[in-house]
């Protein structure tokens, strides 16, 4: 189920939600987050890319260092859809696993993030110690 205003809320209201939703997405990708640093020791850095995304869509990157380069050059990162069965929970996942170099060539323009994604406005949690 999309969540949509109802199109006889004023401008204010439909903001006001517009804000408490993204609240709510972002501490879902915090939640997640911390769910797997704890199931995966491989991976060292999460980043939750809310902007672009739509208001039931939760995207990450994870820089996970047991992944092995492709041998093949590609030029897109894949994300997996991580269907969330939680009910109640209004929300998408979307994740794109990548290693540490992977990172540096998104980040130098030379690797491109799935369409309609960007890194501007992420917010980033690494492992702790």
């Known amino acids: 189920m ?6 006889d809320v004023g401008d204010n209201a439909k903001a006001s939600l517009t804000r408490r ?3 709510i997405g972002t501490t879902l990708a915090a939640w997640i987050a911390r769910k797997h ?20 869509e ?3 990157i994870e820089v996970n260092e047991r992944l092995a380069s492709p041998e093949k050059a590609f030029h897109q990162v894949d994300a997996i859809n991580f ?9 998408r996942l979307f ?5 540490g170099d992977q990172l540096e060539q998104i980040k130098e323009g030379r690797l491109s993030l799935p ?8 917010i980033t949690w690494g492992r702790r110690g």
Not at 37 to 52: H, K, Q, T
């Open 2 to 7: 999309s969540w949509v205003p109802s199109p």
């Open 58 to 60: 939760i995207r990450l």
């Open 37 to 56: 640093f704890l199931v995966d020791s491989s991976v060292r850095e999460i980043a939750y890319l809310p902007n672009g995304a739509p208001a039931d």
């Open 115 to 122: 369409t309609g994604w960007t890194l501007d406005g992420n």
């Open 21 to 23: 939703r993204g609240r």
């Open 83 to 91: 269907a969330m069965d939680i009910q109640g929970c209004p929300f």
């Open 95 to 99: 994740v794109a696993d990548v290693d």
